[in-house]
């Protein structure tokens, strides 16, 4: 596709359920990102993927929260044992190898409501 | 480790006005990039504008420009001839040439009124 692709675009679930959230990135980017926005706040750095590196987690807030990118292309966000507190716009972010610091191309988001 | 502050929660002009959206920032790092991106209803971020901390000249883009004050580490961005489209909430963002993500602010919405 012409840009980031996130699926589904909304999720609710219940408490204690476990999730997974889809990203496919613009083709040929090999940065990857995910960030999550809680209600009002700006974007909190989850986990960073480069090529065939190993991953940035150091924005993991848990152990509950995992992901993984496939042949360095699609990737998907799970988060097990969903808490109320999990409830945030997941967004996924690709880029050209020089990252952030060029320019990232988001995707539209996941909106997980945890009830 | 790096800090983005952008202490307007809610800002409105009216449209074909001029609005300024402040922005500072904190970074040990002498290698850095400054960003400003808009995050309309659709939820998708889209990058506005970006500059480069060893660049003295402030970067422009069409009706978008930023205040680069590098000593004060002030990043404000001023929107010209304000549109309804530009209506959005706008963010912040700064990227050490080291560091592999962006750190965002806590964002301002923008409201443009007909």
């Known amino acids: 596709g012409a840009g980031v692709s996130q699926s589904p675009s909304n999720k609710v679930t219940e408490k204690g359920k476990d999730v997974e959230l889809r990203c496919d990135p613009i083709s040929g980017h090999t940065a990857l990102y995910w960030y999550r926005q809680s209600l009002g706040q700006g974007l909190e750095f989850l986990i960073y993927?480069?090529?065939?590196?190993?991953?940035?987690k150091s924005g993991l807030p848990s152990d509950r929260f995992s992901a993984e990118r496939t042949g360095g292309s699609v990737s998907t966000l799970t988060i097990q044992r969903t808490q109320q507190e999990d409830s945030a716009v997941y967004l996924c972010a690709s880029s050209l190898p020089r990252g952030a610091r060029e320019k990232l191309f988001f995707g539209s988001g996941t909106q997980l409501s945890v009830l | 480790a790096q800090t983005v502050t952008q202490s307007q929660p809610e800002m409105s002009v009216q449209e074909a006005e001029t609005v300024t959206l402040s922005c500072t920032y904190d970074?040990?790092?002498?290698?850095?990039?400054l960003f400003w991106y808009k995050q309309p209803p659709s939820r998708q971020m889209i990058l506005v504008i970006r500059q480069e901390a060893y660049k003295q000249q402030n970067a422009t883009e069409n009706r978008f420009s930023v205040n680069f004050q590098k000593a004060a580490k002030s990043f404000s961005l001023k929107i010209s001839d304000s549109q309804l489209g530009d209506a959005a909430m706008y963010f912040c963002?700064?990227?050490?040439?080291?560091?592999?993500?962006?750190?965002f602010g806590s964002g301002t919405q923008l409201t443009v009124l007909p």
């Open positions: 993927f480069q090529g065939n590196s190993a991953p940035d």
């Open positions: 970074t040990s790092e002498s290698d850095y990039y």
């Open positions: 963002a700064s990227c050490s040439g080291s560091a592999r993500q962006l750190t």
